[in-house]
């Protein structure tokens, strides 16, 4: 009997979880399992915001994916998709095609920018590790040059960030710690550099819990981030960004703008013909799409509607972890000749919000956790995944232990 080409796109936490569970799961002689990625690694997306402000180094948030899987078990091809063909069971990629007879789709996201004027071609995106590194050259360039111009030039020390959601309050909880040390090496006095976060709806990290978010903001507040809430982005120029607040438009100067409010799903996943809200395909119970039995989706492109709320569940790592193991096993099922698939239902163990490295903010279960509690059981959240990923051996590799400090 002819084994079937189980093939997975995307090394995010969706896809690259689903090859690791599918190498535990399946034996050699069960199937051909193929992982296509355009990088050689896998990066901590959760991560990338410490990248970017600098505090953390992109090499420690990259994971060599032939590190990870057993070559003899999971085909690793690297090479970028281009389009996706249900029809013809098929994928289309720079170097070539890819037949499947069960197809993962773990794309990812892509930014969503609401046609906000000039967003696209003047704001940056933390949205991979090249993005990621760009943003933190980008900064040190500017205070760096900063000090070598005759004339004084404010906008290269304004930091504006677009959003006050998840990433946008962990990635300026990240400035807040780094901007004090390159003010140091760049003999630039504190008080001139200014980090200003934006968010247009009438809170920030919205959805949390009010007490948690008066600790976010009274404790980044007190390391120099200023709030505009309430506050919509009408444009951003190559040196500022124009937001409108109770009907009144002010100007920021500025050089960086850092865009972390809107994210959708994959525009190639899209343009392939299933059926989207925002980039992301509508799943059913067991993380198949609509149109087709043979394609299952994970991770950012994955829509799933929350009953209680009427809405969609957030696109978070926790997540796609939970959809990489309910998919790897529906696999097994359909591989072995089964018909009994497994609904998914997302099991939220806990939110943690990072306020740099030594504060957060959480909820786990019904407890409520601040400062450096919440700052704990963010690192044991992240070296739990390594632990998942490859073992005790990444998880010394990679780990965060800097627990006391």
């Known amino acids: ?12 936490y969706g896809g690259m979880m689903t090859a690791v569970n599918l190498q535990k799961s399946l034996g050699v002689n069960e199937a051909h399992v193929t992982l296509v990625n355009k990088h050689s690694y896998h990066y901590q997306t959760t991560w990338l915001h410490e990248n970017a402000a600098g505090t953390l180094h992109h090499d420690r948030t990259r994971i060599k994916i032939n590190e990870v899987l057993n070559s003899g078990k999971v085909n690793f091809v690297q090479d970028t998709v281009v389009s996706i063909h249900p029809e013809e069971k098929k994928v289309k990629m720079a170097n070539g095609d890819i037949e499947y007879d069960y197809l993962v789709i773990g794309l990812g996201f892509e930014a969503e920018t609401f046609g906000i ?6 704001a940056f995106t933390i949205s991979s590790i090249n993005s990621a590194r760009l943003i933190r ?53 504190r008080e001139q550099v200014r980090i200003i976060n934006v968010e247009a709806a009438p809170t920030a990290l919205p959805g949390f819990d ?27 120029t190559p040196n500022s960004l124009v937001f409108e607040k109770d009907e009144q438009r002010e100007e920021i100067p500025t050089n960086t703008v850092v865009w972390a409010a809107g994210v959708r799903g994959n525009s190639i996943v899209e343009a392939s013909g299933f059926e989207t809200m925002r980039g992301r395909v509508k799943v059913r119970e067991d993380m198949r799409t609509n149109e087709y039995d043979d394609v299952f989706i994970v991770g950012d492109s994955a829509l799933i509607i929350n009953e209680e709320t009427d809405r969609p569940y957030p696109p978070t790592a926790q997540i796609a972890i939970q959809q990489a193991e309910n998919v790897a096993h529906n696999l097994k099922t359909l591989v072995r000749g089964g018909k009994d698939l497994e609904g998914f239902t997302p099991k939220i163990q806990g939110t943690v919000a990072s306020l740099g490295h030594d504060d957060a903010i959480g909820v786990v279960g019904s407890k409520k956790l601040f400062g450096w509690s919440a700052s704990v059981m963010k690192k044991v959240i992240d070296n739990r995944y390594l632990l998942k990923l490859g073992g005790f051996g990444l998880l010394m590799k990679k780990g965060k232990f800097n627990i006391f400090h």
């Open 1 to 12: 009997m002819k084994k079937p080409n189980i093939v997975i796109l995307g090394a995010g």
């Open 117 to 122: 004027s000039g967003l696209k071609e003047h």
């Open 137 to 189: 050259q980008h900064i040190e360039y500017n205070f760096a040059k900063y000090n070598n111009e005759r004339e004084k030039n404010q906008e290269r020390l304004n930091i504006v960030v677009g959003g006050a959601g998840f990433t946008g309050i962990e990635f300026v909880g990240e400035l807040a710690n780094r901007v004090p040390e390159l003010c140091k090496e760049y003999d630039i006095p």
């Open 210 to 236: 009010p007490a948690l978010v008066e600790y976010a903001m009274n404790s980044l507040e007190a390391k120099g981030v200023e709030f505009k809430i309430g506050a919509m982005i009408k444009e951003v």
